[in-house]
């Protein structure tokens, strides 16, 4: 093999990087506060795989806490692992499938330059960014991994002296790709299929020659199964025939529409949303006349494959590998660009063969020919790794990402509230409040929203009304463990701890692992003496959630309290270390400091309260913690 074409697997993980090094520092989004700081993740055990239809995720998810905890850029490491070696499985099953006899040397001499083509489109195009750049769709890239993995292994069976080593690792990726994620029930049809058309030609001969590798690809759905018929889980939650959020009438008749765009979007990919709120399709325009346009297509594409069944078989591989997410199961969001990731693996197939097929029509010489396909398939990859980046750059925080959306889909409920709610964690209760009331307009029974636009009116200490919305969104959602914690909160700030406590207690009753809660209650229970238990939850709090500079603050309160000042110390110290710039960290650790005879260090962290906030230069004074002058 000729050594540039031994540079391909690092061409693709080199522009691969160039387009989506940016994104490792990119916080955690939208679903990714539920999974990824979910307290199950904390520790390796087994209720990490339990509860769950995608055991490996979680499982993966866990093991990068376990390294990092909450630092970002492993989880993007882990992620963007998975992307390249998913478009390294691609780059050999196209490699391998256009070196057989069944092509034209013509096809077979160019089979690395093609497979190369197909792989940096699939791993480069700005449509697979939602399933790299957002950390809990790892689930999507993962399981498109080990199903690539299952084909390309079958292939390397069939043309190996010893083949069953390769049949076993077909059989394992299989059965993996079905712990990762349901979508991967179609892999053994895909594989048979490829088998009928690339293998052996014939669905009796495939079946004669390789039934038993077959048989066993098909048995890896018994633990697709067993996952399942827990019925506890997240698959049940958004998807099914008996779902509250979208009928199989609304979502069937969506998914013409939402297919159309998902192909738009692969040809032309601009105005990338992360959360569509596609609402289900009404009238002519939105079913029947997408309905058509989309069997047109398919007809189109079926009277194409006669006599060609490589073409029969990438549009079929489309069409099956969409099917799970975009058929007749209602899936309680109707679009997902993710869901795309692994069909667009046959798309771009396809694009590449079309091309390189039509090339002759131009009539150039062999020596152009490849000349013109090079410069072509090099100009698109570069225009989409520059399309790429330019989208990773929404990922760069959480309020960046939500502006886009609410742009680009100004109607969606969801992404106006979830705007409210980054720019509240950045503390712009002015900025949240305008953002939390528009999702109201749009809906006025969304309880996400009522529960920002709670927050932000507390924030503004306009306590009534962030209660009054509280209320509604408990009364919307009685489930609601944020909203009953942040009522507690409002509460507490207007020192009506008794009112607050059995707000914190239903929060933990829903949420019982709820960390801000136990923090919550811990403060009303050492502002009334119980100092035991408030230093049990305070314990959990942060055994929970260890980077949470409030509890080691209160904690340090409690210890303060307790006149236990050097504990105190340790508390505050460890505040003070997630939140240098807190003028109440350092005040409270000037006392404490004091409390052990450590006047110079106290008098230090005094300065710096009045340097971040001049405005406690009378309870300095008070506390005596500066030398008299």
């Known amino acids: 093999m000729p050594l540039v074409r031994r540079l391909h697997p690092l061409l693709i993980v080199a522009l691969t990087f160039i387009a989506y090094h940016a994104t490792f520092t990119a916080p955690f989004l939208f679903d990714d506060a539920q999974f990824v700081k979910g307290s199950t993740l904390h520790t390796l055990s087994w209720a990490v795989v339990q509860g769950t239809t995608r055991p490996l995720v979680q499982l993966s998810l866990a093991l990068n806490w376990a390294a990092g905890g909450a630092d970002v850029v492993g ?52 449509l697979q960014s939602e399933s790299v750049s957002y950390v809990i769709q790892r689930a999507e890239s993962l399981m498109g991994f080990f199903y690539l993995a299952t084909l390309y292994a079958v292939i390397r069976g069939v043309g190996a002296r010893r083949p069953w080593p390769w049949y076993a690792a077909a059989i394992t990726a299989c059965g993996l790709g079905m712990l990762t994620k349901p979508v991967m029930v179609t892999a053994p049809f895909i594989a048979l299929m490829y088998d009928r058309v690339f293998l052996a030609g014939s669905w009796a001969r495939a079946w004669r020659e390789r039934g038993a590798l077959h048989a066993a690809l098909f048995a890896t759905w018994l633990l697709l199964i067993l996952l399942l018929g827990g019925g506890a889980h997240e ?22 529409g939402v297919i159309l765009r998902y192909l738009q979007l692969v040809v032309w990919p601009h105005g990338l949303v992360l959360d569509y709120g596609w609402p289900p399709a009404v009238g002519t325009a939105a079913t029947v006349v997408p309905t058509l346009v989309l069997a047109a297509v398919g007809g189109g594409a079926a009277w194409a494959v006669r006599g060609v069944p490589a073409l029969g078989f990438l549009v079929a591989a489309f069409l099956v590998t969409l099917a799970p997410s975009s058929s007749v199961i209602p899936i309680r969001d109707l679009a997902f660009e993710h869901r795309m990731y692994l069909p667009l693996a046959a798309l771009a197939a396809l694009l590449v063969a079309a ?132 009522w507690g909160a409002a509460l507490a700030d207007q020192k009506r701890y008794a009112e607050a406590e059995p707000h914190y207690v239903e929060a933990l009753r829903l949420t019982p692992d709820y960390a801000e ?14 100092f035991d238990r408030a230093e049990a939850l305070y314990r959990d709090s ?88």
């Open 235 to 256: 698959s049940a939650a958004t998807s099914g025939f008996a779902m509250r959020d979208v009928t199989w009438g609304e979502f069937v008749r969506s998914q013409p």
């Open 75 to 126: 989880y993007h490491v882990v992620n963007f692992v998975v992307h390249v070696l998913a478009a390294l499985a691609l780059y050999g099953i196209v490699r391998r499938t256009l070196a057989s006899t069944r092509f034209t040397p013509r096809w077979r001499n160019v089979a690395p330059e093609l497979a190369l083509a197909t792989s940096l489109v699939f791993a480069v195009h700005p």
């Open 542 to 629: 942060l055994r929970l959630s260890s980077r949470n500079a409030e509890a080691y603050s209160n904690f340090g309160g409690l210890r303060t309290r307790q006149k236990r000042f050097a504990e105190a110390v340790q508390q505050y110290e460890q505040a003070l270390a997630l939140k240098p710039d807190s003028a109440e960290i350092h005040f409270n650790l000037a006392l404490a400091l004091a409390g052990v005879g450590r006047r110079d260090e106290a008098a230090a962290h005094a300065n710096d309260a009045l340097r971040l906030r001049p405005d406690l230069a009378a309870l300095v004074k008070q506390a005596g913690l500066l030398p008299a002058r």
């Open 355 to 486: 091309g390189w097929a039509l090339l002759p029509r131009a009539r150039l010489a062999a020596a152009s020919e490849r000349r013109v396909a090079a410069a072509v398939a090099a100009s698109v990859v570069v225009a989409l790794t520059l399309l790429t980046i330019d989208r990773n750059h929404d990922y760069r925080s959480s309020i960046a990402m939500w502006t886009d959306v609410t742009t680009k889909r100004p109607a969606n409920t969801r992404a106006w509230s979830n705007l409210a709610q980054a720019l509240m964690a950045e503390g712009r209760a002015d900025d949240a409040m305008p953002a939390a009331r528009t999702a109201l307009q749009l809906d006025p029974d969304f309880a996400d929203a009522h529960i920002h636009l709670g927050h932000a009116l507390a924030a503004r200490r306009e306590y009534t009304a962030a209660v009054r919305h509280y209320a509604d969104a408990v009364r919307l959602n009685p489930e609601s463990s944020e909203a009953q914690n942040n």
């Open 517 to 530: 809660a136990m923090n919550n209650l811990a403060v009303v229970l050492m502002n009334r003496g119980e």
